[in-house]
């Protein structure tokens, strides 16, 4: 997909002191926080100690495969982040490169790494994220 | 030449000792002389009397017996004949009929015999500076007429006698009493004019004394006097002075107020700006809500557009300028916030300092009114010791008068007793003037 494009849009956000991003076609609107939703670090296994207002709610639109008709509906999943939260173009000159060795699955939710200036953003995979959170919301369990 | 009351004294005891002495002196021999010259005259009656008696006897009887008893009774022991110079009998005619002394010296027969002596009057005496005449009539039994007249002459040797040594004891004894008189005029005038000196020079140490005891004191009130003045005047400064603090402290105090009320408006002010500052806060928190949502409303518009692919870029950029717009807008609200924090701060700094200008100034009021409470008692304590330095001061002067008076009165008495000294002997007053002559010199 990268290949055909020349940048994807990425929704660029915090989680602490560090830089995420994930594809912001999936993303269907930033909200202020709600003090119920979940935060992505929960989500990751890091910790944030950044304050509710300076927070967002990111609505995640997830595909559900009905799996009969093959026909697929979308739903909204919350995830908390911290701020500043924007959207940004990578295009191929920021994606750094895999190291040799590493196996893309080592870590599912981060799929790869960019950088912008100074600034290194790792990239989230959706699907793992919400895979995860799945996960973390059963409290672990199956 | 002055005298002394002593010496006056003495002189005039004397004078009358000596005028005693020469009273008696002519008194004495007077009284003698008249005492003799009467005994005189009452020997030669009594003599004429008795021999007249035994001449009459004889006349009727033996008038041959008359001249011898003329003689018998002259030579009789009984009688002193030293003064009788003659008995002679003359007859009425004058011829002369007895004598004695029966012989005549040659004097003839005395003196003329009296006559005009009658039965109711036989007798008479006549004087001479010489002699006594004692003269009787003679009348022989009951007859009327006198027979002769028996005359009796005495001497006056014994009157002279009398007189002479009366004379001379008058003046042995006026000369006696004027020598004793003259010793007790001395000691009397001594006894009494000692203790007068005595008493005077007493009372001239004592005046003395009084004198100085006097000057002595007034020269001390006059001191005192000068103390209580310049207490008086080191009052009136003080009194000035804490007049001049009292001035200073009502504009202390008045200043202090105002400063307090000064301080009071700015913590009002200061209040009222915070209260303003919590306004403005919240219409920031409004700004930044409205500036977050907005920031929120470009993100979202950002992800439509971007969504839309090529057909939302000028979507997508007019949500990014919004979103610049919108981070301005919370960057410019930010640092209004911490501008608006500095105030506060620098307002809360100032509330501090208006608090501790607001102590200081009800400090500064304390202390003012204390120091002019403390400065009207100390003015009017002042003022009390000004009274009480007035009164001292009149006290100090009538006792000043009175010490002056006494001065006077005291020197007076100097005076007095110098001139009593000087009446009773003035010799001590020549013998003080030359000393201080001498002391003066």
Same mark, same amino acid.
């Given at each position: 997909?990268?290949?055909?494009?020349?940048?994807?849009?990425?929704?660029?956000?915090?989680?602490?002191?560090?830089?995420?991003?994930?594809?912001?076609?999936?993303?269907?609107?930033?909200?202020?926080?709600?003090?119920?939703?979940?935060?992505?670090?929960?989500?990751?296994?890091?910790?944030?100690?950044?304050?509710?207002?300076?927070?967002?709610?990111?609505?995640?639109?997830?595909?559900?495969?009905?799996?009969?008709?093959?026909?697929?509906?979308?739903?909204?999943? /919350?995830?908390?982040?911290?701020?500043?939260?924007?959207?940004?173009?990578?295009?191929?000159?920021?994606?750094?490169?895999?190291?040799?060795?590493?196996?893309?699955?080592?870590?599912?939710?981060?799929?790869?790494?960019?950088?912008?200036?100074?600034?290194?953003?790792?990239?989230?995979?959706?699907?793992?994220?919400?895979?995860?959170? @799945?996960?973390?919301?059963?409290?672990?369990?199956? | 030449?002055?005298?002394?009351?002593?010496?006056?004294?003495?002189?005039?005891?004397?004078?009358?000792?000596?005028?005693?002495?020469?009273?008696?002196?002519?008194?004495?021999?007077?009284?003698?002389?008249?005492?003799?010259?009467?005994?005189?005259?009452?020997?030669? /009656?009594?003599?004429?009397?008795?021999?007249?008696?035994?001449?009459? /006897?004889?006349?009727?009887?033996?008038?041959?017996?008359?001249?011898?008893?003329?003689?018998?009774?002259?030579?009789?022991?009984?009688?002193?004949?030293?003064?009788?110079?003659?008995?002679?009998?003359?007859?009425?005619?004058?011829?002369?009929?007895?004598?004695?002394?029966?012989?005549?010296?040659?004097?003839?027969?005395?003196?003329?015999?009296?006559?005009?002596?009658?039965?109711?009057?036989?007798?008479?005496?006549?004087?001479?500076?010489?002699?006594?005449?004692?003269?009787?009539?003679?009348?022989?039994?009951?007859?009327?007429?006198?027979?002769?007249?028996?005359?009796?002459?005495?001497?006056?040797?014994?009157?002279?006698?009398?007189?002479?040594?009366?004379?001379?004891?008058?003046?042995?004894?006026?000369?006696?009493?004027?020598?004793?008189?003259?010793?007790?005029?001395?000691?009397?005038?001594?006894?009494?004019?000692?203790?007068?000196?005595?008493?005077?020079?007493?009372?001239?140490?004592?005046?003395?004394?009084?004198?100085?005891?006097?000057?002595?004191?007034?020269?001390?009130?006059?001191?005192?006097?000068?103390?209580?003045?310049?207490?008086?005047?080191?009052?009136?400064?003080?009194?000035?002075?804490?007049?001049?603090?009292?001035?200073?402290?009502?504009?202390?105090?008045?200043?202090?107020?105002?400063?307090?009320?000064?301080?009071?408006?700015?913590?009002?002010?200061?209040?009222?700006?915070?209260?303003?500052?919590?306004?403005?806060?919240?219409?920031?928190?409004?700004?930044?809500?409205?500036?977050?949502?907005?920031?929120?409303?470009?993100?979202?518009?950002?992800?439509?557009?971007?969504?839309?692919?090529?057909?939302?870029?000028?979507?997508?950029?007019?949500?990014?300028? @919004?979103?610049?717009?919108?981070?301005?807008?919370?960057?410019?609200?930010?640092?209004?916030?911490?501008?608006?924090?500095?105030?506060?701060?620098?307002?809360?700094?100032?509330?501090?300092?208006?608090?501790?200008?607001? /102590?200081?100034?009800?400090?500064?009021?304390?202390?003012?009114?204390?120091?002019?409470?403390?400065?009207?008692?100390?003015?009017?304590?002042?003022?009390?010791?000004?009274?009480?330095?007035?009164?001292?001061?009149?006290?100090?002067?009538?006792?000043?008068?009175?010490?002056?008076?006494?001065?006077?009165?005291?020197?007076?008495?100097?005076?007095?007793?110098?001139?009593?000294?000087?009446?009773?002997?003035?010799?001590?007053?020549?013998?003080?003037?030359?000393?201080?002559?001498?002391?003066?010199?």
């Amino acid at each position: 997909m990268i290949a055909r494009r020349a940048s994807i849009p990425v929704l660029r956000f915090c989680v602490g002191a560090q830089r995420f991003g994930m594809a912001a076609d999936d993303v269907a609107a930033i909200v202020p926080a709600r003090a119920h939703s979940v935060h992505i670090a929960t989500v990751l296994g890091l910790e944030s100690t950044t304050q509710v207002h300076e927070r967002r709610d990111i609505h995640i639109m997830v595909s559900a495969d009905n799996g009969t008709d093959n026909q697929t509906s979308s739903r909204i999943v /919350k995830l908390q982040a911290d701020g500043p939260v924007d959207v940004v173009r990578l295009g191929p000159e920021h994606i750094v490169p895999q190291a040799a060795g590493i196996s893309p699955h080592y870590w599912k939710p981060i799929i790869g790494f960019a950088r912008i200036g100074e600034q290194t953003i790792l990239l989230l995979d959706i699907p793992s994220v919400i895979a995860a959170l @799945m996960d973390t919301r059963d409290g672990g369990n199956p | 030449m002055q005298l002394g009351l002593r010496a006056k004294l003495t002189f005039a005891i004397a004078f009358l000792i000596v005028a005693f002495a020469g009273f008696f002196a002519l008194y004495f021999p007077t009284q003698q002389e008249e005492a003799a010259a009467t005994a005189l005259r009452s020997r030669a /009656k009594s003599i004429s009397a008795a021999l007249s008696t035994g001449v009459a /006897k004889l006349v009727a009887t033996d008038q041959g017996q008359v001249q011898t008893l003329l003689e018998d009774f002259a030579e009789s022991p009984a009688v002193d004949r030293s003064d009788i110079a003659s008995i002679v009998i003359v007859r009425p005619n004058g011829s002369p009929f007895a004598r004695y002394p029966a012989h005549d010296d040659g004097k003839g027969y005395g003196p003329a015999p009296a006559t005009g002596l009658t039965p109711d009057s036989p007798f008479r005496i006549d004087e001479t500076d010489d002699m006594v005449i004692a003269s009787v009539a003679i009348f022989p039994d009951r007859e009327d007429s006198a027979f002769g007249i028996l005359t009796t002459t005495l001497s006056q040797d014994s009157v002279r006698t009398a007189r002479a040594s009366g004379r001379a004891s008058a003046l042995v004894v006026a000369a006696l009493i004027l020598v004793i008189g003259v010793i007790v005029a001395w000691l009397v005038g001594g006894g009494i004019a000692t203790p007068i000196l005595h008493a005077a020079r007493q009372l001239d140490a004592v005046s003395s004394t009084l004198v100085a005891a006097a000057r002595d004191q007034e020269a001390s009130s006059a001191e005192e006097a000068a103390a209580v003045a310049q207490t008086r005047r080191s009052m009136e400064t003080l009194l000035d002075s804490a007049q001049q603090i009292a001035d200073r402290s009502s504009e202390v105090l008045g200043n202090a107020e105002r400063s307090t009320n000064g301080s009071r408006q700015i913590a009002d002010r200061i209040g009222n700006l915070n209260e303003l500052s919590e306004k403005v806060a919240d219409i920031l928190a409004v700004i930044m809500q409205v500036a977050d949502k907005a920031d929120l409303l470009a993100l979202n518009a950002s992800l439509e557009g971007t969504r839309a692919g090529d057909a939302g870029k000028g979507f997508t950029l007019v949500a990014a300028e @919004m979103r610049r717009l919108a981070e301005n807008v919370m960057e410019s609200v930010a640092g209004i916030r911490e501008l608006m924090k500095d105030m506060r701060e620098a307002s809360q700094a100032a509330v501090t300092a208006s608090e501790e200008g607001t /102590k200081s100034s009800t400090a500064t009021t304390h202390s003012a009114r204390e120091i002019a409470l403390l400065t009207q008692e100390q003015r009017q304590a002042t003022e009390q010791v000004m009274a009480s330095m007035d009164e001292m001061g009149e006290i100090l002067n009538h006792t000043l008068d009175g010490i002056q008076r006494t001065t006077a009165s005291a020197s007076q008495l100097t005076e007095l007793a110098r001139t009593l000294a000087d009446i009773v002997n003035p010799a001590v007053t020549r013998q003080r003037h030359d000393s201080e002559l001498e002391a003066r010199t």
